[in-house]
């Protein structure tokens, strides 16, 4: 069994029962990271990887896309779900080719959403966006790797809030192939429950953007699985430029009080100690 399979068969095992946290590393150091702590899965955030090479999400182009899903697949051990968009394509035929190269990077799971990128008409049609779904699946069948399908339906992010319509989207989805189901920035509890209820006994992905819910309640709601996007890049983000507007601003450096010195965070990624060592001891006060 090759390491691709088996991080494929533990990622299937995470979705059979329980309810695991998925973070979302944006380049190799976040990732080796994240791992470090104990994390049983991770997965790529297009924004995160946009923001850390200047660019804004969805500017970052397939190839370099496949190549950042290949870092991050060779950097760690565990699994790797792959945010790939609306899978760099708008024909269902397009989509199975894009999602056959991504499989073959090393990841164990990828999402491809419905969201069109034209404001007008922000969500494909159901059908054909149930036929990039099925065409995605297809992709994964016949690469034999078992990569696990999410597939995503954008209301809530596009700006149409539609529940019904969301769930309608979602189960179209699981009918067409998709091993998990996911709706970005649902946020309410009855929200939740309705969708976990709509797509059972398919695994839900909850996205926790903001702090609305803790992991043990949404468990107790039959989520299966927790991302948080781009929110660890944006708190990672957010404190560099708070630092730097006070320095811009005061000429004062009070942000840079308490910071782990060098060595701290060199053992965070030094290769002689055991996995999660230096993590641990940067936590230590």
């Known amino acids: 069994m090759s390491l691709q399979d088996e991080r494929i068969e533990a990622f299937r095992r995470l979705h059979a029962e329980g309810c695991f946290v998925m973070p979302n590393p944006w380049d190799l150091g976040s990732a080796v990271a994240l791992e470090g702590m104990g994390f049983e899965a991770l997965a790529t955030t297009s924004a995160g990887q946009a923001w850390a090479i200047g660019r804004a999400d969805g500017d970052v182009p397939r190839d370099e896309t496949l190549e950042h899903l290949r870092q991050i697949a060779d950097a760690v051990d565990v699994p790797l779900n792959a945010d790939f968009q609306g899978g760099f394509a708008h024909d269902p035929e ?29 969500l494909y049609e159901l059908g054909l966006a149930v036929e990039r779904i099925r065409a995605a699946r297809d992709a994964i069948d016949e690469s034999g790797t078992g990569v696990l399908l999410t597939g995503r339906s954008e209301g809530f992010v596009v700006g149409r809030p539609d529940l019904e319509e969301t769930i309608r989207r979602l189960q179209a989805y699981a009918e067409a192939g998709a091993d ?25 992905n909850l996205l926790v953007h903001a702090p609305f819910i803790t992991v043990a309640d949404a468990a107790l709601l ?20 708070a630092a730097a507007q006070e320095i811009r601003r005061e000429g004062t450096f009070s942000r840079l009080a308490g910071l782990p010195g060098l060595p701290d965070l060199n053992s965070l990624f030094d290769s002689r100690q055991p996995a999660g060592a230096g993590v641990a001891s940067y936590f230590v006060p």
């Not at 397009?94 to 922000?122: F, M």
């Open 94 to 122: 397009g989509v199975a080719a894009n999602v056959k190269l991504a499989a073959e990077t090393g990841i164990a799971g990828l999402s491809i959403e419905d969201s069109t990128g034209d404001p007008d008409e922000p």
């Open 180 to 204: 998990c189901l996911y709706a970005p920035f649902i946020s309410t509890t009855d929200q939740i429950s309705a969708i976990v209820a709509a797509v059972a006994p398919k695994p839900v």
């Open 222 to 241: 039959g989520v299966r699985r927790i991302s948080v996007g781009g929110a660890l890049a944006r708190a990672a983000w957010h404190g560099a430029l």
